[in-house]
Nanobody, 122 residues
Framework: QVQLVESGGGLVQAGGSLRLSCAAS????????MGWSRQAPGKQREVVAT?????????DYADSVKGRFTVSRDNAKNTVYLQMNSLKPEDTAVYYC??????????????WGQGIQVTVSS
């Protein structure tokens, strides 16, 4: 199994910043893609940002966060980060980390974290 543990959420005023972290552990051979999604009350979960394992990491962002959020990863630590700047009240949501890759056995895995609350006050 692969476990993902998120940290860094909390309450922040509009215009502020937060940095989320997510560490993966378990029977991991390699992680190909890591990323973040979020789900606000009454809304569907949306993908916020993703990053691949290639050199430098290929990133992709939801239009709603482009220019404000930055995703990065430390491959040696199997950790992905989400730096969130210029936060808006509409960024309030539970943020979920996800990872996809290979187990030591060679089979594929896809895992999700339990989620962490981010609340932006106006």
């Amino acid at each position: 199994q692969v476990q993902l543990v998120e940290s860094g959420g909390g309450l922040v005023q509009a215009g502020g910043s937060l940095r989320l972290s997510c560490a993966a552990s378990g029977d991991i051979f390699s992680i190909e893609t890591m990323g973040w999604s979020r789900q606000a009350p009454g809304k569907q979960r949306e993908v916020v940002a993703t990053i691949t394992s290639t050199s430098g990491g290929t990133t992709d962002y939801a239009d709603s966060v482009k220019g404000r959020f930055t995703v990065s990863r430390d491959n040696a630590k199997n950790t992905v980060y989400l730096q969130m700047n210029s936060l808006k009240p509409e960024d309030t949501a539970v943020y979920y980390c996800n990872a996809a890759g290979l187990y030591l056995s060679g089979t594929y895995f896809g895992s999700w974290g339990q989620g962490i609350q981010v609340t932006v006050s106006s």
